[in-house]
């Protein structure tokens, strides 16, 4: 899951040794940082997405982050995220994103660097736990692309018409990441990465659409330049105590990677410091390819507020694979219906 | 007396359990620096307050200003003028930060006597307190209810 992009990452360590001089002269330095501590537990002989298991593990679903953000000039500013997540063996420490902003007016910006990829609603939040109710956004939706940032451009523009606020963010860029597969890891290339993002809503409903393609390349499975697509559309509703979460996104690749479509949908409600909630998803790839990933699950969970800034969260997650095929596990299980339970403590600072 | 004393004693209790949060009788009111000429409804102070709006409705910049999480006068602003609880506003508020969209979000000054003190020295700013706090060093823009 976590991005890998070695001339990146020699980039950024380049830009963070000469950051805190910049902070150090910035008293307009701002800090903020989250901690989730999750522990999950299938009932599966076959090892889940990011590692669940039929042992208690703390490792998918643990990761502290830190946000530095400081203004350079009047219209430039810094921000970078340093992320330490037990996704790895270890838990190594990495710039996750790093960027300079430049303001253009009031309501545009343009960003250059290692930016965040706005695909879905949570895509750039991902690793907070306490900005979303569940342990982790459904993977039937969040697996479809699994990268969380690129290194190249984004632009972003808000406005409004009357109630509704919108925003546009077109971006383009380039990516490379090691994706981890039971039959060995595939290095992956993609290149001409062009895409936008576009948000529109008021106080209670949010919509978000986004498209992007771009030229991939994984020598592994004998993929060269070739077309990859992607779209996804996603809407909010937070009215009252009510909170309705739904997404969709569908995954176009040529040859052996399976295309594939994803959904869920999500009702909570809001009783005091509880939010219970239960989600629908499924995720379907195309019949010809031996990577093919189906399933359907169904999560009852509850969120509950400790204090200001902490959320407790556990949820249960009974997942159905469909026609045979191992979805999102790394081999197939010996039996189709899988319980997963999850708790995490979330905080921010 | 005996009844305000009981009262007072209740709210301790249910702020210290964290268990609900009653309206509470004294009202809320937000506060410009004296200078400040603005007309604002409850919608335009929730925009700004949520970062939605970075001016007031003449075109001046606003610097909103929170009181500390817990305060009294913090929750009955948020669920009365703001029209979304505190739970709501923190969620919110981690999703645009660690989007890198953080940007005009309240800056947390203290109680609201140090709100008081900040609003009446800063042109641009706007802030809450009780109303039983208002004095002629900063100018009432809002009262709710």
Redesign the interface.
Known sequence: MKVRDRKTLRVIATFLLALPVTLLANEDL?I?G?LSVGASKSDADAVYYEGIADEVSFEPDTVV?V?F?APVTEMVSF?T?LLASGNKDTYDLAAD?A?A?FSVG?SASI?AGRV?L?VFM?S??L??G??YPWVRPPEEVYSVVPVSAFSGVSA?YTG?FGNF?FSIEPYYGSHTEDIPQPTGVLSSTVRGFTGASLTLGN?VFTLRAGGLQGQLTIPEVGLDDEELSLFSVGARI?WENVLILSEYASRDIPGIVADSEGWYAMLGY?A??FLPHVTVAQLDTDEVTPLAQKQKSTTVGVQY?L???TLLKVEWKNIELQEGSAGLFSTLPSDDKISIFSASVDL?F | MKTMKLKSLLLGLTFTL???TFPLQAGVVVIGHVSNNASLDSKQI?RIFLG?A??FPGGAKAAPVDQA??SAARTDFYNKVV?K????V??YW??R??????KGRPKEIGDGAAVKSWVSSHPKAIGYIDSSLVDDSVKVLFSAD
Do not use: C, M
């Open positions: 701002s903020n989250f982050g946000q953000s921000t995220q994103w960027y902003d009031d960003r965040k706005p949570a750039e939040y690793e907070v306490a900005a972003h409004n606020d106080d937070d809001r005091g410091k507020q204090d200001y800034s921010t | 964290g268990l609900i929730a939605k970075t001016k999480p817990g029209g609880g505190e739970a709501k923190k969620a981690n999703q930060i660690f989007a890198g969209k953080g």
